[in-house]
């Protein structure tokens, strides 16, 4: 068994209960601006924004440390566009009779359907693999635990930082994503979780007029 080993907390500042009343506020006001958005403009993000955020993702916890986790970054208009391809043929056979019926109608007031252009008119996809298990160089299998949840979390910090830096996103989940590992390359012992678009809104950009739950619906405390 590795022996364990700790290190000295660094890097914690505590903070003012007013200053803290403050930061939470202004990032709960940042993060309630998120909206998602399926119109981009195709100008290009600057350089090192994306790795920065994607850094940041990588600071989530995980499962026994294992970090589970792969974003794959596609600028490549040739792979923008197989990926558009292969994500519309599943859409359009969800929208054409795979979706149950109840299923269709939630989705209706959001405006989606089949036509998914913003996978080849925004500068960046980042597709999320879960690795479900790691590969040792003898082959043999390395377990990972709560791969999902750990995925999920990292996602969320990545679609923060992305907002956080003055971009908008859009999370894509055409079902089954097999043709992701074809496309991009990716070994066995990963499989698609998300795909994230991001990028700038396009100037006429529109959103679906939504109400967020408050917050006595959507916490309790005892």
Not at 66 to 77: E, G, H
Request: glycine share 6%; with cysteine; charged share 30%.
């Amino acid at each position: 068994m590795e022996e364990k080993r700790f290190v000295r907390l660094n890097g914690w500042t505590e903070r003012p209960p007013e200053e803290m009343q403050l930061r939470a506020r202004a990032f709960y006001e940042l993060m309630n601006r998120r909206r998602t958005v399926r119109e981009f403009s195709d100008r290009p993000i600057p350089e090192g924004v994306v790795e920065d955020c994607i850094r940041t993702a990588g600071t989530a916890p995980s499962g026994a440390h294992k970090q589970p986790w792969q974003f794959v970054v596609v600028r490549d208009p040739v792979l923008k566009k197989e990926i558009r391809i292969a994500a519309e043929k599943e859409e359009r056979e969800f929208y054409g009779g795979r979706a149950p019926e109840d299923w269709l109608a939630a989705l209706a007031p959001l405006g989606t359907d089949a036509s998914k252009p913003f996978l080849e008119s925004a500068p960046c996809l980042i597709v999320i693999f879960a690795r479900r298990y790691g590969e040792e160089e003898d082959g043999s299998r390395e377990k990972h635990y709560y791969v999902q949840e750990s995925v999920g979390i990292a996602t969320g910090f990545l679609i923060a930082a992305l907002h956080s830096a003055g971009l908008v996103t859009l999370t894509h989940t055409p079902s089954p994503m097999g043709f992701m590992n074809s496309i991009l390359k990716r070994p066995r012992n990963e499989r698609p979780f998300l795909l994230l678009v991001a990028g700038y809104p396009a100037q006429d950009a529109q959103v679906p007029e939504l109400q967020r739950k408050p917050l006595e619906e959507i916490a309790t405390f005892r």
